[in-house]
């Protein structure tokens, strides 16, 4: 059965990777809308197929997923980190979701040509994923396929949104808000200093100061420039959708998220805290942040001479995961109790050590 499920698996990966370099080929090309639509049926045709990879092929809280990124970025080895923790590891396939977008309203043709280019860099990633990491790393457009109820995430997320205000208890009342000022007034005093609009900000600045900044760096082809309350709402609203997202889709399949977008983590950190009830979830969360902070403490260069698939076995061999997780438990830390500072120690030392396991065989 284990034999017959990889061949399905191979067969679809090299499939897709056959899909992904037409497309590829023909991103600009006169046809190119029906191109890049193969990849939308590719995937709706294996549904099923993928739904079975998510429910019987993973190894429940030890598989991680790549999300909250727009593709992986082969060229910076981020694959490397990436398999470091867990038995199993998908990336999150988000190709679907941009042609979805081209394929809807779009009034501006420099936004869909912006578009056009992010796709053909996601393309070209996943093909360097599949020619070069498979069977270590899967590409399914999880998100994308997942039977996740879309009503229960909106719900959810306009719940935490208007959870942030003193006294206005409908969206209808939030547009009302005529600018970042007057919403600065309607929130609740702790929330400004928590709230986070890109990651390079300086904390230290004001709530008012850190929205201009962030004003600077808006794309506005999708949103007008004078629109401070509809900005300020794509922005947050966008987070907390995301984050909630992340969160649902995990416990759906029991996976990890592997995240490593500063924004993205800390409001899934923060949504997080809503379901301190549920143990599977806690777990998730936990596991998260231990992924979380490999990833900021990750030095490629360490190990991006040795061949991938050599990396891949030096990681099993040292049991990379299995002795991190015996140390964190060992001192029974878990989200509520851990120190960041002696995960941070713990992660430092087992990568010393597995850089020691590579140097020494």
């Given at each position: 059965?284990?034999?017959?499920?990889?061949?399905?698996?191979?067969?679809?990966?090299?499939?897709?990777?056959?899909?992904?370099?037409?497309?590829?080929?023909?991103?600009?090309?006169?046809?190119?809308?029906?191109?890049?639509?193969?990849?939308?049926?590719?995937?709706?045709?294996?549904?099923?197929?993928?739904?079975?990879?998510?429910?019987?092929?993973?190894?429940?809280?030890?598989?991680?997923?790549?999300?909250?990124a727009t593709y992986m970025d082969m060229n910076d080895y981020?694959?490397?980190?990436?398999?470091?923790?867990?038995?199993?590891?998908?990336?999150?396939?988000?190709?679907?979701?941009?042609?979805?977008?081209?394929?809807?309203?779009?009034?501006?043709?420099?936004?869909?040509?912006?578009?056009?280019?992010?796709?053909?860099?996601?393309?070209?990633?996943?093909?360097?994923?599949?020619?070069?990491?498979?069977?270590?790393?899967?590409?399914?457009?999880?998100?994308?396929?997942?039977?996740?109820?879309?009503?229960?995430?909106?719900?959810?997320?306009?719940?935490?949104?208007?959870?942030?205000?003193?006294?206005?208890?409908?969206?209808?009342?939030?547009?009302?808000?005529?600018?970042?000022?007057?919403?600065?007034?309607?929130?609740?005093?702790?929330?400004?200093?928590?709230?986070?609009?890109?990651?390079?900000?300086?904390?230290?600045?004001?709530?008012?100061?850190?929205?201009?900044?962030?004003?600077?760096?808006?794309?506005?082809?999708?949103?007008?420039?004078?629109?401070?309350?509809?900005?300020?709402?794509?922005?947050?609203?966008?987070?907390?959708?995301?984050?909630?997202?992340?969160?649902?889709?995990?416990?759906?399949?029991?996976?990890?998220?592997?995240?490593?977008?500063?924004v993205a983590f800390k409001y899934m950190l923060s949504l997080?805290?809503?379901?301190?009830?549920?143990?599977?979830?806690?777990?998730?969360?936990?596991?998260?942040?231990?992924?979380?902070?490999?990833?900021?403490?990750?030095?490629?260069?360490?190990?991006?001479?040795?061949?991938?698939?050599?990396?891949?076995?030096?990681?099993?061999?040292?049991?990379?995961?299995?002795?991190?997780?015996?140390?964190?438990?060992?001192?029974?830390?878990?989200?509520?109790?851990?120190?960041?500072?002696?995960?941070?120690?713990?992660?430092?030392?087992?990568?010393?050590?597995?850089?020691?396991?590579?140097?020494?065989?």
């Open positions: 059965m284990a034999d017959l499920m990889h061949t399905k698996i191979k067969e679809l990966e090299f499939n897709y990777l056959s899909v992904l370099k037409k497309a590829e080929s023909n991103i600009y090309s006169a046809n190119a809308v029906a191109i890049i639509d193969e990849i939308l049926v590719f995937w709706e045709r294996n549904r099923r197929l993928v739904e079975c990879i998510l429910r019987h092929d993973i190894i429940p809280y030890d598989t991680y997923i790549f999300a909250a981020e694959h490397y980190p990436f398999v470091t923790l867990g038995k199993k590891h998908i990336m999150d396939d988000r190709l679907c979701s941009y042609i979805k977008i081209i394929n809807g309203d779009c009034d501006s043709n420099d936004y869909s040509k912006k578009l056009h280019n992010l796709l053909l860099t996601v393309i070209q990633d996943n093909i360097k994923i599949i020619e070069n990491c498979f069977p270590s790393i899967l590409i399914l457009p999880v998100r994308f396929l997942a039977d996740i109820e879309k009503d229960a995430i909106h719900k959810g997320t306009e719940v935490a949104f208007l959870n942030m205000f003193t006294s206005i208890n409908s969206m209808k009342e939030f547009f009302r808000l005529k600018d970042i000022i007057e919403i600065e007034k309607a929130l609740l005093p702790t929330i400004p200093n928590s709230l986070i609009f890109s990651a390079d900000e300086d904390m230290s600045n004001s709530f008012i100061s850190r929205f201009r900044e962030y004003q600077k760096t808006i794309d506005y082809s999708m949103v007008s420039k004078d629109d401070e309350t509809g900005l300020f709402f794509t922005a947050i609203y966008g987070y907390f959708s995301q984050a909630l997202d992340i969160i649902m889709l995990c416990a759906s399949y029991a996976l990890i998220p592997y995240i490593r977008y500063d997080s805290s809503n379901f301190t009830d549920d143990e599977k979830i806690r777990l998730i969360v936990f596991r998260a942040c231990i992924a979380f902070s490999l990833y900021r403490i990750y030095d490629t260069h360490d190990f991006c001479n040795i061949e991938f698939s050599k990396y891949v076995e030096a990681v099993i061999k040292y049991d990379f995961s299995g002795k991190l997780l015996s140390d964190i438990n060992e001192r029974n830390f878990f989200l509520s109790n851990a120190s960041v500072e002696e995960v941070h120690e713990m992660i430092e030392k087992h990568l010393a050590l597995l850089k020691l396991s590579i140097d020494n065989a």
